[in-house]
């Protein structure tokens, strides 16, 4: 998690400040209740009031495998399992708040299932529990960060009753193409390193006690073992079922999400959903910098407090989109928009080419140039996926660098990235990992977002792709002949990034990244091709300033 303040440039609430929910009551706690399941077991949950007997709140909801005893323990890193609202800051408000235990986990009872359909249907359950209880308006959101924010997409899908509005915020949408299988590849470092940690936290601590058979899913296993996309991920592992999204929702996504697995689920759900009410918020910092601010828990408020008490809060006046385009990795600027992705997007071809860029990448194994010209002549780069790659991945350095002179103006580049190229190899198949960087005048770099994709993983989804962001099936794998050069389509995550004048756009491709899997089946020299009928390009978003005076909206900025 990044560790750092955040400056709000612009007030919180506006001229709706005064009619946000006034911070008045006390706070009682409940802890261990037991909520009752459809198939007669119980999930645990502690509940959070407003101390005022008689009177009735809205509730907010969270639900995850991360302990709710894990709130009362500091909410820094290494302990971030918290991702979720804070108790004294809501109830003051006149909310409701309950940090429910999944099955089998924390002191629920009954067999684990991270993620899964499960989980989901014992979600729903909850919240149709909460609207019955007498200090219940029967009105319920949920709430949280990450996995908080998964299971609410889960959730959505089933269409609980009085689930009457939610804020993903930071949270997946497609488990196998957001973070188990980027681009078919198994995210080994992030997927071990987390669930080993989860465990940990309940089977070597003494909260083992309050559930001796907590954590018994053989999760990892059971990811290895279903590689490719299929029902499973549907019916077993749950995803949001967009079609099926009818609640009015907030997504609220990160620019510095695209290594954190949650960004191209807040923006993809958003887009896809069939929800009429929905928002897009995306801004910068780590997963729960902003959630925890003032400026966010403002704006969050201003969400609830109108979907869930009737206030006017002015949220819903705004245009749906919300963004913070980055000046750089810690400093952007608020802008409203009226659709995602921008309508005024001029998508423009950068051509990758073999001429020589002048050493401006010296640690590349191709240092070549990034053009919006086409290559004159045909030509071909080939480049070493052997075991000493792992490491020159791990330590980020590339194998083709494709750079273009420096910008004569300032250059936005909002929404989806398609990289576009002819590969072959010498084994029956190949990874890809393409990075979309910014190389400041001084030579600093900076890196705005990054796509994944395993070759042998190409086949498009006809009904949704489009030519700026392909969808992959993932459904089955078409082994490359040895020496074959197929086209490939690449989707690099959405992102926004300024590249002011004097900089560079860069475009980094590497056979590994020295984190995902590396798989010892395809060890041997790749090759990308250019110009002519082969020609690769990366086509990027460019956006132009918007037509008439820009409204100050203030910003974020990271010291």
């Not at 009551?25 to 261990?32: H, I, L, P, Q, S």
């Not at 319920?140 to 509005?165: E, F, K």
């Not at 819903?316 to 659709?339: G, H, I, N, Q, Y």
């Not at 273009?404 to 072959?424: F, K, M, R």
Request: charged fraction near 20%; glycine fraction near 8%; charge should be neutral.
């Amino acid at each position: 998690m990044l560790s750092a303040v955040v400056a709000i440039a612009c007030p919180p609430s506006g001229a709706f400040a005064s009619e946000l929910s006034q911070p008045k009551y006390r706070m009682v706690v409940e802890k261990d209740v037991r909520i009752p399941m459809r198939d007669g077991s119980f999930l645990v949950a502690d509940l959070f009031r407003p101390d005022a007997s008689g009177e009735k709140f809205p509730v907010l909801l969270s639900m995850s495998v991360y302990q709710k005893e894990l709130q009362y323990v500091p909410h820094q890193s290494p302990f971030s399992h918290q991702e979720r609202a804070e108790p004294e800051w809501w109830t003051a408000r006149g909310y409701i708040l309950m940090f429910i235990d999944s099955r089998g986990t924390g002191k629920s009872p009954g067999d684990t299932d991270v993620r899964g359909m499960q989980e989901a249907q014992d979600y729903y359950d909850a919240i149709e529990w909460a609207a019955r209880q007498t200090w219940s308006t029967g009105k319920v959101g949920l709430n949280g960060v990450s996995y908080y924010a998964v299971t609410q997409w889960n959730v959505a899908g089933l269409q609980p009753p009085h689930l009457t509005t939610m804020i993903p915020w930071a949270g997946f949408g497609d488990g196998y193409r957001d973070a188990i299988f980027h681009g078919g590849i198994f995210n080994q470092d992030h997927l071990g390193s987390w669930w080993l940690d989860v465990m940990g936290k309940q089977l070597l601590e003494h909260t083992r006690t309050d559930n001796v058979g907590a954590f018994n899913e053989n999760l990892l296993y059971k990811y290895m073992t279903h590689p490719l996309d299929g029902p499973w991920w549907d019916n077993v592992k749950a995803r949001a079922q967009v079609d099926k999204i009818t609640v009015p929702f907030y997504s609220a996504g990160n620019w510095n999400g695209w290594s954190n697995r949650h960004l191209r689920g807040n923006i993809e759900v958003f887009a896809r959903a069939a929800s009429k009410n929905k928002k897009l918020q995306v801004h910068i910092g780590g997963p729960t910098t902003h959630f925890y601010q003032e400026e966010g828990k403002a704006e969050q408020l201003r969400w609830y407090d109108y979907w869930l008490k009737g206030l006017k809060t002015g949220i819903m006046d705004e245009p749906p989109v919300k963004l913070c385009v980055r000046a750089s990795l810690t400093a952007c600027s608020w802008r409203f928009e009226d659709e995602w992705p921008i309508k005024r997007t001029q998508y423009t071809k950068y051509y990758l080419t073999a001429d020589p860029a002048g050493g401006v990448v010296k640690d590349a194994l191709h240092d070549v140039k990034l053009s919006t010209t086409p290559p004159a002549q045909p030509g071909q780069l080939t480049y070493d996926a052997g075991p000493a790659s792992h490491g020159r991945g791990r330590n980020g350095l590339p194998a083709l660098s494709f750079t273009t002179e420096p910008l004569a103006e300032d250059v936005e580049i909002t929404g989806h990235i398609n990289l576009v190229v002819w590969v072959s190899s010498e084994t029956d198949d190949m990874d890809i990992f393409a990075y979309l960087r910014k190389v400041m005048p001084d030579g600093s770099v900076q890196t705005a977002v990054r796509g994944i994709l395993k070759v042998s993983h190409r086949k498009l989804d006809p009904k949704l792709s489009t030519p700026y962001r392909p969808y992959h099936t993932h459904d089955e794998e078409q082994k490359l002949t040895p020496g074959e050069v197929v086209p490939v389509e690449i989707d690099i995550w959405p992102t926004s990034m300024v590249f002011q004048k004097g900089s560079r756009i860069r475009l980094d491709v590497m056979p590994h990244d020295g984190a995902r899997y590396f798989s010892v089946y395809h060890l041997k020299n790749n090759t990308l091709y250019l110009g002519g009928d082969r020609a690769s390009y990366v086509l990027l978003p460019i956006v132009p300033p918007k037509g008439g005076p820009v409204p100050n909206l203030g910003g974020i900025i990271l010291r």
